[in-house]
């Protein structure tokens, strides 16, 4: 599933080499789902379990929270920290960016939490927020619940995580009906990349963990009709993406939840698959392996800086007929090489260190 999910990403990113009129663009984006989504619930559903299965084992102290983050923060914080170093210098250089308070935003993961993202130095870090905020905040509400208010576990992950997926479901409601026009640029940086827009589709993965714990034979008992009623789910929501026959309401209020809901109805069936041999295996565990990585620089660093670079120097005399093609594979093989080197060199041994500590 995560590698699923990465190619989703690097897929619709890629294909804007091409003309969005064009044969090849529409090959490639036809049925191509939202990778970010995936990403979220897959996140909710993971650390869900985490979170579970810690909290039902041992008695709940500050110290177990702590741990939760330091953990969390050893996986994701050294490999973004990195790669928004380099796009500040890159920045500075180019006099793309100059103000020293959005620099500060982008280190504490608030340039998106309640307004736009700018999009002149890391536009596609606005998931790794979300995440973020995720990570911080859930396991911190489901503490309080359970240490302060002496809830029970069980009650306390499913409290929170319908809490919160009301709240920004109903969040985007109220905004959408305060708002007598939107543009389709407020869509994506006022609904569609916002912290609180967008929490809701952790929750799907966080209730995916539940059911998946407490109520396992009901999770594989029905695992078959779900996953066929999560592939409807989400085609139905990407034709009705495409097309808007339901309106903003729909797009803007339920849509999110309802492919977060899609994609969680997959999960019963495909966590039955737990092994595998042969290319195939092998190419989908490295690529979920260094997929963090590739989400990190597939953009900015490799679509925008890398062959932005290229396009004028090495590219400058290539045949516009071509161009677009060499732009293509240059972007999946520069993205892939750098992303194994990023995580050998740098993920790998940041990882390693987390178990030491």
């Given at each position: 599933?995560?590698?699923?999910?990465?190619?989703?990403?690097?897929?619709?990113?890629?294909?804007?080499?091409?003309?969005?009129?064009?044969?090849?663009?529409?090959?490639?984006?036809?049925?191509?789902?939202?990778?970010?989504?995936?990403?979220?619930?897959?996140?909710?559903?993971?650390?869900?379990?985490?979170?579970?299965?810690?909290?039902?084992?041992?008695?709940?102290?500050?110290?177990?929270?702590?741990?939760?983050?330091?953990?969390?923060?050893?996986?994701?914080?050294?490999?973004?920290?990195?790669?928004?170093?380099?796009?500040?210098?890159l920045?500075?250089?180019?006099?793309?960016?100059?103000?020293?308070?959005q620099?500060?935003?982008?280190?504490?993961?608030?340039?998106?939490?309640?307004?736009?993202?700018?999009?002149?130095?890391?536009?596609?870090?606005?998931?790794?927020?979300?995440?973020?905020?995720?990570?911080?905040?859930?396991?911190?509400?489901?503490?309080?619940?359970?240490?302060?208010?002496?809830?029970?576990?069980?009650?306390?992950?499913?409290?929170?995580?319908?809490?919160?997926?009301?709240?920004?479901?109903?969040?985007?409601?109220?905004?959408?009906?305060?708002?007598?026009?939107?543009?389709?640029?407020q869509?994506?940086s006022?609904?569609?990349?916002?912290v609180?827009?967008?929490l809701?589709?952790?929750?799907?993965?966080?209730?995916g963990?539940?059911?998946a714990?407490?109520?396992?034979?009901?999770?594989?008992?029905?695992?078959?009709?779900?996953?066929?009623?999560?592939?409807?789910?989400?085609?139905?929501?990407?034709?009705?993406?495409?097309?808007?026959?339901?309106?903003?309401?729909?797009?803007?209020?339920?849509?999110?939840?309802?492919?977060?809901?899609?994609?969680?109805?997959?999960?019963?069936?495909?966590t039955?698959?737990?092994?595998?041999?042969?290319?195939i295996?092998?190419?989908?565990?490295?690529?979920?392996?260094?997929?963090?990585s590739?989400?990190?620089?597939?953009?900015?660093?490799?679509?925008?800086?890398i062959?932005?670079?290229?396009?004028?120097t090495?590219?400058?005399?290539?045949?516009?007929?071509?161009?677009?093609?060499?732009?293509?594979?240059?972007?999946?093989?520069?993205?892939?090489?750098?992303?194994?080197?990023?995580?050998?060199?740098?993920?790998?041994?940041?990882?390693?260190?987390?178990?030491?500590?």
């Amino acid at each position: 599933m995560r590698a699923l999910a990465i190619f989703f990403v690097l897929n619709v990113h890629s294909a804007y080499f091409f003309k969005t009129d064009s044969y090849l663009f529409k090959i490639l984006t036809t049925l191509n789902l939202d990778g970010v989504s995936l990403f979220f619930v897959l996140s909710g559903f993971l650390i869900g379990g985490i979170l579970i299965r810690t909290y039902e084992k041992k008695e709940i102290t500050f110290k177990t929270l702590f741990n939760f983050w330091i953990r969390r923060w050893f996986r994701t914080l050294p490999n973004y920290f990195l790669i928004l170093t380099i796009l500040l210098f890159l920045g500075f250089h180019y006099k793309t960016v100059s103000d020293s308070f959005q620099f500060k935003n982008y280190y504490f993961f608030l340039a998106n939490f309640k307004s736009a993202l700018p999009d002149n130095l890391f536009p596609e870090s606005w998931s790794l927020s979300i995440e973020e905020w995720f990570y911080l905040l859930i396991p911190l509400f489901i503490f309080i619940l359970i240490a302060g208010y002496k809830f029970k576990p069980r009650v306390s992950f499913l409290t929170i995580a319908i809490i919160i997926l009301v709240f920004s479901t109903c969040f985007r409601y109220y905004r959408l009906s305060h708002w007598p026009y939107i543009t389709g640029e407020q869509i994506e940086s006022s609904f569609r990349k916002q912290v609180i827009t967008r929490l809701d589709s952790i929750m799907y993965g966080l209730i995916g963990a539940y059911l998946a714990f407490y109520h396992l034979s009901i999770w594989k008992k029905y695992r078959k009709p779900l996953f066929f009623i999560g592939i409807f789910i989400l085609y139905f929501n990407f034709t009705q993406y495409i097309f808007g026959y339901f309106g903003l309401i729909y797009s803007l209020v339920f849509s999110y939840g309802l492919q977060a809901l899609g994609f969680l109805c997959l999960f019963p069936y495909l966590t039955e698959l737990r092994s595998g041999q042969g290319f195939i295996y092998k190419a989908i565990t490295r690529a979920s392996i260094i997929s963090y990585s590739l989400y990190l620089l597939n953009y900015s660093i490799v679509k925008l800086y890398i062959i932005g670079f290229l396009n004028r120097t090495v590219f400058k005399n290539i045949d516009q007929f071509y161009l677009a093609p060499v732009q293509y594979f240059s972007f999946w093989l520069i993205t892939i090489v750098g992303a194994i080197l990023l995580y050998k060199y740098f993920e790998k041994p940041f990882m390693t260190l987390r178990e030491r500590i």
